[in-house]
């Protein structure tokens, strides 16, 4: 029965268009729950199973609190087709942390020292237009436009396709990176594999920059350093691809010459 479970869940994923990682995510925290089924059938499973599961399942943060109710929210409405009302999926506060943004002269020091084609390339095009990790490792070859000077970023996060500037510099690295390693597919392919990986990148950003940092901090320094330049908060919402201009405006929490202008007392 549960392997059947597991197979019409497999199936919603598939119609709900989830991406891998959520699939994967979701079907562990799934399998932990119908592992703990033992003298009843997951059918018979009522709202107080749910509940007590999660009243007592021992987090570890914040964020594996979500996944898990996520998980379980969706074994309950689509894998057992049940009102998941009956079960109180509370959220936990979100944790308000300001995003750690790395000196801008920095960075372009680090950068300008890499002799490494690929990793300069990849941290630079990062930090260009603040790329998600997983943004950067799924750009194909064709998703570069050279004519427009634009890159298009297909299926980022949400699902959502957006356009973001492509400055000469960048078409400049990419250029000499293509002649070098000759993509097929991916623009940026693995040592044995057709598409660079996550834990690479966060490996190259480590061996230059620091180990205190990874991909995505570069992403926060990218629009912390746009705003102090000048640019407009709408702007950089929509480079990002943020939905709320709320998800945005943490920038202005963390800008050091917008801090250096507040006229302090004392």
Same mark, same amino acid.
């Given at each position: 029965?549960? /392997? ?10 598939? =119609? ?5 990682? &959520? ?10 729950? *119908?592992?703990?089924?033992?003298? /009843? ?5 009522? #709202?107080?199973?749910?509940?007590? =599961? ?16 996520? #998980? ?25 942390? *300001?995003?750690?943004?790395? !000196? ?34 799924? *750009? @194909? ?27 000469? &510099? ?41 180990? @205190? ?10 629009? &912390? ?6 640019? !407009? ?6 480079? #990002? ?16 010459? %917008? %801090?250096?202008?507040?006229? %302090?007392?004392?």
């Amino acid at each position: 029965m549960n /392997k059947k479970i597991i197979r019409v869940c497999e199936e919603k994923f598939i =119609y709900l268009n989830y991406s891998n990682k &959520t699939k994967r995510v979701y079907i562990h925290y799934i399998k932990e729950f *119908l592992g703990t089924i033992q003298d /009843k059938q997951i059918i018979h499973c009522n #709202a107080k199973d749910f509940q007590t =599961y999660l009243d007592n399942y021992n987090f570890t943060s914040v964020s594996q609190q979500n996944q898990v109710i996520n #998980a379980i929210r969706f074994l309950y409405k689509f894998g057992l087709n049940k009102k998941y009302d009956k079960v109180s999926f509370v959220r936990p506060k979100k944790e308000k942390k *300001l995003p750690i943004v790395i !000196d801008g002269e920095y960075i372009k020091q680090q950068l300008s020292q890499i002799k490494n084609i690929k990793h300069k390339t990849i941290l630079s095009l990062t930090y260009s237009v603040g790329l998600r990790v997983s943004e950067v490792i799924n *750009l @194909k070859i064709n998703n570069i436009d050279s004519k427009r000077m634009v890159i298009n970023i297909k299926n980022g996060k949400g699902k959502k396709d957006r356009i973001v500037p492509l400055s000469n &510099t960048i078409l400049n690295l990419l250029r000499e990176y293509y002649i070098k390693y000759k993509p097929q597919c991916y623009l940026f392919n693995g040592q044995n594999s057709k598409q660079y990986s996550v834990s690479s990148c966060n490996r190259i950003v480590k061996k230059y920059l620091g180990d @205190k940092y990874h991909m995505h901090q570069l992403r926060h320094s990218c629009f &912390t350093h746009l705003l102090e330049n000048g640019t !407009d908060l709408r702007i950089i919402q929509s480079l #990002a691809g943020h939905s709320n201009i709320k998800t945005t405006e943490i920038y202005t929490h963390v800008s050091k010459k %917008l %801090l250096q202008k507040i006229p %302090l007392p004392i």
